[in-house]
């Protein structure tokens, strides 16, 4: 028993420690964001500043650059994580019906997505071909889905009792009115945990908006990394990205990350009932 107690104490100050690395870099940058400049800036303190404000805050909802950024990004998101949900559900329940024409070839086709990605310039070129360079499409359509997602959805959907389906058809239910009223409230736990992955992903685009899209239409993740590695929020030659860019102190580089990051770590507590179930369904058929 006693050895016990000690394994106890020893996992739970191990467990402390681990945690400790995760939440005290967060811990700083609240504290940063925080502070004032000349403050954050000398390293006069770790966790705890003197003296306290909210001018970080303040001077990045007065920017018009950052709060551009910000709509931006909202409408990247919402946008995206509807259309991709959407058509994911769509895909997979139609992939899901044996019955389908061609479902081995479209299978066969999706599952090579899997094991072959194509470049950089491939991809430019056929959305340099379809017009939508400098359009918000551009960093959503490429990415509207992906075959993990339809394959995951397509194992779950085909879980479900055929009993239901049959039940459904003999009362007169066409495909629309099945999937609407008897496969999605069913499917409730994975269709939330893939929404959520969909709006981290859509909500953390970088990387396509900094090639396909203008400066003015960059999402905030681009802003962030301009503010923070490049050390200027320079995105065009206006007064007012001029006037941020000398403005780009520690704390307030900090309060930005820290308003790209609540968001979503907001969002978690209401879908966490549905991740935690989701998250494995699909995956196996019983």
Same mark, same amino acid.
């Given at each position: 028993?006693?050895?016990?107690?000690?394994?106890?104490?020893?996992?739970?100050?191990?467990?402390?420690?681990?945690?400790?690395?995760?939440?005290?870099?967060?811990?700083?940058?609240?504290?940063?964001?925080?502070? &004032?400049?000349?403050?954050?800036?000398?390293?006069?303190?770790?966790?705890?500043?003197?003296?306290?404000?909210?001018?970080?805050?303040?001077?990045?909802?007065?920017?018009?650059?950052?709060?551009?950024?910000? =709509?931006?990004?909202?409408?990247?998101?919402?946008?995206?994580?509807?259309?991709?949900?959407?058509?994911?559900?769509?895909?997979?329940?139609?992939?899901?019906?044996?019955?389908?024409?061609?479902?081995?070839?479209?299978?066969?086709?999706?599952?090579?997505?899997?094991?072959?990605?194509?470049?950089?310039?491939?991809?430019?070129?056929?959305?340099?071909?379809?017009?939508?360079?400098?359009?918000?499409?551009?960093?959503?359509?490429?990415?509207?889905?992906?075959?993990?997602?339809?394959?995951?959805?397509?194992? &779950?959907?085909?879980?479900?009792?055929?009993?239901?389906?049959?039940?459904?058809?003999?009362?007169?239910?066409?495909?629309?009115?099945?999937?609407?009223?008897?496969?999605?409230?069913?499917?409730?736990?994975?269709?939330?945990?893939?929404?959520?992955?969909?709006?981290?992903?859509?909500?953390?685009?970088?990387?396509?908006?900094?090639?396909?899209?203008?400066?003015?239409?960059?999402?905030?993740?681009?802003?962030?990394?301009?503010?923070?590695?490049?050390?200027?929020?320079?995105?065009?030659?206006?007064?007012?990205?001029?006037?941020?860019?000398?403005?780009?102190?520690?704390?307030?580089?900090?309060?930005?990350?820290?308003?790209?990051?609540?968001?979503?770590?907001?969002?978690?507590?209401?879908?966490?009932?549905? &991740?935690?179930? =989701?998250?494995?369904?699909?995956?196996?058929?019983?």
């Amino acid at each position: 028993m006693k050895s016990l107690k000690l394994y106890d104490l020893a996992l739970s100050a191990l467990l402390f420690i681990f945690c400790s690395f995760v939440i005290i870099p967060f811990l700083y940058m609240l504290a940063v964001s925080f502070s &004032f400049s000349t403050d954050s800036e000398s390293g006069a303190f770790f966790l705890l500043p003197p003296r306290w404000t909210l001018d970080a805050y303040k001077y990045l909802f007065s920017t018009p650059v950052f709060m551009k950024s910000v =709509g931006n990004t909202v409408l990247i998101t919402f946008v995206g994580t509807l259309l991709g949900v959407a058509v994911s559900i769509l895909l997979a329940y139609a992939l899901s019906k044996k019955e389908l024409k061609g479902r081995g070839i479209m299978m066969s086709l999706i599952f090579l997505t899997l094991v072959f990605q194509v470049g950089i310039i491939p991809n430019y070129l056929v959305v340099k071909s379809l017009g939508l360079l400098e359009s918000y499409w551009a960093v959503m359509l490429p990415v509207l889905t992906n075959a993990f997602t339809i394959l995951i959805m397509k194992t &779950f959907f085909q879980g479900l009792p055929p009993s239901l389906d049959e039940a459904a058809r003999m009362d007169g239910a066409g495909e629309t009115r099945i999937l609407w009223s008897v496969v999605i409230p069913l499917s409730t736990p994975i269709i939330a945990t893939f929404t959520i992955f969909f709006m981290v992903d859509r909500w953390n685009e970088f990387f396509h908006a900094i090639i396909y899209l203008k400066s003015d239409k960059w999402p905030l993740q681009a802003l962030l990394r301009q503010m923070v590695v490049v050390g200027s929020s320079q995105t065009g030659s206006d007064a007012s990205t001029e006037a941020m860019s000398q403005n780009l102190g520690l704390n307030v580089k900090m309060a930005a990350i820290l308003l790209a990051m609540f968001p979503l770590v907001a969002s978690y507590p209401f879908f966490q009932k549905f &991740f935690e179930k =989701g998250a494995t369904l699909g995956s196996v058929k019983e």
